[in-house]
């Protein structure tokens, strides 16, 4: 196996970098659009909605722990308060949650994090056996003892 040349590593940090700045597909309240008359609007169709799905006893469409309309397949994240859609988990190492947004992009990076870890006992087992052929691992060892 080759090492890892320049470009390669920056296109593994930028895969990294692009994994952690993706949104993982936020379920959208309505004070989150841009336009005033655009929020009363949600605000409107979101209220008279979600009094229909309360007083219809669905509580499948509505989050209740944020009191969001849910689409299809998204979840509520503890860690980030927020209702993902196809939520698969929140991940401690890019610090966001995995979901519709970013799900791609995160697979992309563990097959490369699975590469460099093979890649790493690759050379590490061609290190130790030129070792063993020149016996120095074992002289090393007898003289620490």
């Known amino acids: ?34 336009s005033p008359i655009r929020i009363q609007e949600l605000r409107g169709l979101d209220g008279t909605r979600y009094l229909d799905y309360v007083e219809a006893g669905d509580f499948r469409h509505i989050c209740v722990i944020c009191h969001n309309i849910r689409r299809m397949r998204s979840f509520h994240c503890k860690q980030c308060g927020r209702c993902v859609q196809r939520l698969d988990h929140h991940c401690p190492w890019i610090d966001r949650c995995v979901g519709i947004g970013n799900q ?37 060892v007898r003289d620490l003892l």
């Open 1 to 34: 196996m080759a090492s890892l040349l320049p470009e390669d590593r920056a296109n593994v940090e930028a895969k990294i970098t692009r994994s952690w700045e993706l949104l993982p597909g936020l379920v959208r309240k309505a004070a989150d659009e841009v």
């Open 104 to 140: 791609r992009l995160f697979y992309v990076f563990l097959v490369m994090l699975f590469s460099a870890i093979a890649m790493l006992f690759v050379m590490a087992a061609k290190f130790l056996s030129q070792d063993l052929d020149n016996h120095h691992l074992f002289r090393k």
